[in-house]
């Protein structure tokens, strides 16, 4: 079946930087784009950025450029550089896959379980 991991997370001190990364099986992953959402305690799961099948990005408006989507096509990986951290950035990050460069959850049909970050002030 199909997995996306996620990788990277951990506890990071407010002003550090993460790469956070999603290794993908059993998809066609080059026909997929690849989008980063986070889900915070007691919050809704939000949309971060979106990458289509030939590097095309989409950002949230609201996350100030502090992330940088990216993808490998030839190592089935997609990454999240998250620079200049804060504490409200403590989440749980996902990567997931889709047929568009949607910004919703539920256009994508396939999750990871998560990676976790903790941002200490």
């Known amino acids: 079946q199909v997995q996306l991991v996620e990788s990277g997370g951990g506890l990071v001190q407010a002003g550090g930087s993460l790469r956070l990364s999603c290794a993908v099986s059993?998809?066609?992953?080059?026909?997929?784009?690849m989008g980063w959402f986070r889900q915070a305690p007691g919050k809704e799961r939000e949309f971060i950025a979106v990458?289509?099948?030939?590097?095309?990005?989409r950002y949230a408006d609201s996350l100030g450029g502090r992330f940088t989507i990216s993808r490998d096509n030839a190592k089935n990986m997609v990454y999240l550089q998250v620079n200049s951290l804060k504490p409200e950035d403590t989440a749980v990050y996902y990567c997931a896959a889709g047929q568009s460069t949607a910004t919703t959850a539920e256009r994508f049909p396939f999750w990871g379980q998560g990676t976790r970050v903790t941002v200490s002030s």
């Open positions: 059993n998809l066609a992953f080059v026909n997929y784009a």
């Open positions: 990458i289509d099948r030939v590097s095309s990005t």
